[in-house]
């Protein structure tokens, strides 16, 4: 495989592998409490479309992706050392077009699959006790600080012979610290993370451009989210959101 082929393959790679992680992260009021022992179950969607970017060195050019991502998610409430912890189950599909020029050559791909499950265990460090309905519908918040664990599982559509895939074959990890702050109808979210990635010992190999074995590794990045939210009325608010990464 050329040099300049394979840092168009981990560019494409890195997309779809950075995608999957972050489009599940951007979560206004994430840091709120609820009654313990509560369950809630959500169907999110989202879809996203334009131009893919790289630089001039890499012989891809026109490149572009429509990709629609529903998620099932599943949270239940506990009591943690008397304070609020949730826990956080999503499992994502994916549903992807996938076009550019490759090395001189029209090239479309299509992808439809399960994306990485993800597990999230949270727990308020400041103003959240943990409290039953009875006590909750009395408290009123005003500044929440808490920690989150996430971890993305291997269990995406995967192929190790394409370069397009919706799973990325490796673990990833992302501790949280997160602050929310009310004001009145207007909240205030910002959290800070750090992403830990394992590594991925077969990917793009056994196929017609590398017959053997290509081993992907990825540093730790950096992630932070600003939301500003405000409540329109009982059970509906709008939010104002913000994300931002970068090599840890």
């Not at 956080?88 to 077009?97: C, D, E, F, N, W």
Request: hydrophobic residues 40%; aromatic residues 14%; charged residues 15%.
């Amino acid at each position: 495989m050329r040099p300049c082929f394979k840092r168009a393959v981990s560019a494409i790679a890195a997309f779809c592998s950075l995608r999957s992680l972050h489009a599940q992260d951007l979560a206004p009021r994430a840091y709120l409490i609820t009654p313990i022992h509560s369950n809630a179950v959500t169907l999110t969607y989202s879809f996203d479309s334009g131009n893919l970017i790289f630089d001039g060195q890499i012989p891809i050019s026109n490149a572009s992706a429509k990709v629609s991502v529903p998620v099932f998610n599943y949270s239940h409430s506990v009591s943690f050392f008397g304070r609020t912890a949730s826990f956080l189950a999503a499992v994502p599909y994916g549903v992807g077009k996938f076009s550019g020029t490759v090395l001189g050559t029209e090239t479309n791909a299509y992808r439809s699959g399960l994306l990485p499950a993800v597990f999230r265990f949270s727990v308020n460090l400041k103003g959240g006790p943990a409290m039953d309905l009875r006590d909750f519908v009395k408290w009123q918040q005003k500044t929440l600080v808490g920690v989150s664990f996430k971890v993305v599982t291997p269990t995406g559509q995967y192929d190790p012979t394409k370069l397009l895939n919706f799973g990325a074959n490796r673990w990833a990890f992302k501790p949280e610290l997160g602050l929310s702050q009310r004001g009145h109808r207007w909240l205030l979210d910002t959290y800070g993370a750090i992403w830990f990635f394992t590594t991925n010992h077969e990917f793009f190999s056994h196929n017609k451009y590398n017959p053997g074995v290509i081993v992907q590794s990825q540093a730790p990045i950096g992630a932070f989210e600003g939301h500003l939210s405000y409540d329109l009325k009982p059970r509906l608010w709008a939010s104002l959101d913000g994300t931002g990464v970068g090599q840890a």
